[in-house]
């Protein structure tokens, strides 16, 4: 059985990864496909109990221990799940990855960047994705989706969602470079147009991998 494909959705708060990432999954189980959708952090039960106290704003964390907190989730997410799906032929779509780490610990919170990247390679134990979208929208737009997403559902802000524009803004900036040093792994798709819309565009990118790779 030959190699899967791992495709990560990213962006800031609100852009969207979560919907798109299931609607993607349902289109490509439809055609046949075997998919596993999986996000960080979390994807595992160790992951899950880091997501816990990593996005809880009660619990103070200098940045070193918060970007120590995602890493020790990715440790475990590619080594229990990513890496064998990927072997077994599937396609894993993950709701963030360590491009999230470099925009939101890195350009967001300042931490050095090439120590970062060094960290992030001990992590993956390599593990690249085989495409990168990005969600890109404004942070005012993300942000007034996430608060809309909050009064429908009760649900207090998490560590970043509570930030300063200023910090999103950042984030934003930090995913936008990566694209740029990369255009062959990510590809930047303009969230605020309609749903119908962005996933049209997502799938495209997608069906292309998928013909190169003959899945």
């Given at each position: ?12 708060e ?36 880091i ?45 963030r990855?360590?491009?999230s ?10 931490f ?11 992590a ?23 608060r ?68």
């Open positions: 059985m030959g190699r899967g494909l791992f495709i990560t959705l990213e962006g800031v609100g852009s969207g990864k979560t919907t798109q990432a299931g609607r993607l999954a349902e289109t490509l189980r439809a055609r046949g496909h075997r998919v596993t959708v999986t996000r960080e952090p979390g994807g595992t039960r160790a992951g899950e109990a997501r816990e106290i990593f996005l809880d704003p009660a619990v103070s964390l200098n940045v070193a221990a918060e970007l120590l907190l995602v890493l020790a989730d990715r440790a475990q997410h590619v080594s229990e799940k990513l890496k064998p799906a990927v072997e077994a032929g599937e396609i894993v779509i993950s709701d990855y360590s491009d780490t470099t925009a939101y610990q890195g350009y967001g919170r300042g050095d960047l090439r120590l970062l990247g060094e960290l992030n390679r001990l993956t134990a390599g593990m690249t994705p085989d495409l990168t979208i990005v969600l890109d929208c404004r942070v005012e737009t993300g942000l007034a989706r996430t809309e997403r909050a009064r429908a559902s009760a649900h207090h802000f998490d560590r970043f969602e509570g930030e300063e524009i200023a910090f999103h803004a950042r984030v934003r900036e930090g995913f936008l470079a990566i694209a740029r040093g990369e255009p062959g792994r990510v590809t930047v798709i303009d969230s605020e147009r309609p749903l119908a819309d962005v996933f049209a565009d997502i799938l495209r990118r997608v069906e292309e991998l998928l013909a190169r790779r003959c899945l």
